[in-house]
């Protein structure tokens, strides 16, 4: 029996779809248990190329089980899409896919309501993907929200919308926003909600059967741990619980079945959106990053912030996770640079002394703090066709090794390529 979780060690994007597409190929079960269509993941494998934010990364593979687990928050519209986009592909999930009735749905009026909170913000606003997260996680812990059962009862369903069209119209017309109207919403959603609703269907007996039966079930994280709302960079963070233990509210298992947690992290480090990176390049250095791994995000195509690897940060998402392994990501990408740094703590901006950690402070204490950085000197040769560890440049190897005594974490898996194959198995 086999239950492994792929969690981003960073800020998200950190390849976690790659790594996913290619364990699936063993995978009975596959599954998200946080976040929404905030996230995007891209796969390259011989169905073509995808960027998925709902549906998990075992489609692929005709004998996985897809599961969009309660924890979840479901954008119907981008749902359909993919499902669609997947069958364009040759791939029906109708019988595969499951998604829990529990999940909570996106209504358009959570676009709505972060935009005008990130508007009033301003300067300090959080730089969101624009999905309507915050609120609709803040509509759920409220008990404001919607879920996707509520749908199966039209009068059910259009009370709901009403109590909360009552409370958010009031905030449209404040800010000179039109205000929704309960009938078209509701027709809506209730149209693509017939589209999907084979596939609503709780998970929890089939999951606890898998269990007990030693399949092999894969856990697909979301967005990456320094974005969680608890231990992230708040109030520059996501609305989900990231990290690994967020698999019991978001799918139903109990932390003694994980048995393998694969930190996956790039061989450097990005941020898309605002809050404190304390290893950010502004120099030629984070050009070539940016160039060179096609840094631009997923589901916005805004310029992800690049950066030296911070060591600090994901030897605490290590701990915080409890990470067995790393998977070490876009290494190629580091091929051209004649010096490498790798950030090992902080001091205070100016000042010299004893180290300090992430975990110290906060989101503004870091603002104030710099990193203490330690040099390696680069391997200035393709990495992208190596597939043995031994056969990669030695002052590669010497980074590998490095990294994995500073997280105190070893890595498993080095990524060389965006595809399923350019893959180094340690
Ligand atoms: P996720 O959100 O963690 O799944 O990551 P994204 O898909 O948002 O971003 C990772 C990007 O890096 C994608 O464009 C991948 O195709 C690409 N990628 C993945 N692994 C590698 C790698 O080892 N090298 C390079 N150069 N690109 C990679
Ligand atoms: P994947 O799963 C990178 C960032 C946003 C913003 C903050 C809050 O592809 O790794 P939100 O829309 O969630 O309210 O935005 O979180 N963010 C991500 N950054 N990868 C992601 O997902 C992200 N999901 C959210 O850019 O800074
Ligand atoms: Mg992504």
Not at 22 to 45: K, M, P, W
Not at 66 to 86: F, K, R, S, Y
Not at 188 to 201: C, F, H, I, P, S
Not at 333 to 354: A, C, F, N, Q, S
Request: hydrophobic share 40%; proline share 5%.
């Amino acid at each position: 029996m086999s239950v492994t979780m792929v969690i981003g060690a960073q800020w998200g994007d950190e390849a976690k779809g790659k790594v996913v597409d290619l364990l699936s190929q063993d995978a009975d079960i596959t599954a998200r248990f946080n976040g929404g269509d905030n996230a995007g993941h891209t796969v390259i494998n011989s169905y073509g190329t995808f960027k998925l934010r709902l549906t998990p990364n075992g489609f692929s593979n005709p004998k996985t089980t897809c599961i969009i687990g309660p924890g979840v928050v479901v954008n119907l519209a981008t749902l359909i899409c993919e499902i669609q986009m997947i069958k364009d592909a040759g791939i029906d999930l109708t019988d595969r896919l499951w998604v829990s009735p529990r999940c909570h749905v996106v209504m358009p009026y959570h676009p709505m309501v972060e935009a005008i909170y990130e508007l009033a913000k301003g300067s300090a606003s959080t730089g969101t993907t624009g999905r309507g997260m915050g609120p609709v996680y803040a509509d759920k812990v409220s008990y404001n929200g919607i879920r996707l059962v509520d749908m199966q009862d039209r009068t059910n369903f259009h009370e709901k919308i009403q109590v909360q069209l009552q409370v958010k119209n009031a905030l449209f017309k404040a800010f000179s926003l039109e205000p929704l109207e309960v009938q078209p919403v509701m027709e809506e959603k209730l149209e693509q909600y017939a589209q999907v609703q084979g596939m609503v269907r709780e998970s929890f007996g089939l999951v606890q059967k898998a269990l007990n039966e030693n399949a092999n079930i894969l856990l697909e994280g979301a967005q990456g741990t320094l974005l969680d709302n608890t231990w992230g960079t708040y109030p520059y963070c996501t609305a989900s619980t990231v990290v690994s233990g967020g698999v019991t509210p978001g799918l139903g298992i109990s932390p003694r079945w994980i048995q393998r947690v694969i930190g996956v992290t790039k061989a450097y480090t990005t941020r898309v959106g605002r809050g404190p990176m304390p290893t950010e390049l502004k120099d030629a250095a984070g050009q070539v990053l940016q160039f060179e791994g096609k840094e631009f995000g997923t589901v916005t195509g805004r310029p992800r912030r690049c950066g030296w690897f911070d060591a600090d940060l994901v030897a605490f998402t290590a701990k915080l996770n409890g990470f067995t392994e790393i998977a070490l990501t876009k290494l190629d990408v580091l091929d051209t640079l004649p010096k490498i740094k790798i950030g090992v703590g902080y001091h205070p901006r100016g000042e010299k002394g004893d180290l300090a950690h992430y975990w110290e402070g906060d989101a503004r204490w870091l603002e104030g703090y710099e990193p203490e950085y330690i040099e390696m000197d680069g391997w200035l040769q393709p990495t992208r066709d190596v597939r043995q560890f031994r056969e990669l440049p030695p002052q590669a190897q010497a980074y590998v090794h490095r990294i994995e005594e500073l997280v105190e974490t070893p890595v498993s898996i080095v990524s060389v390529g965006p595809e399923r194959h350019a893959t180094i198995m340690v």
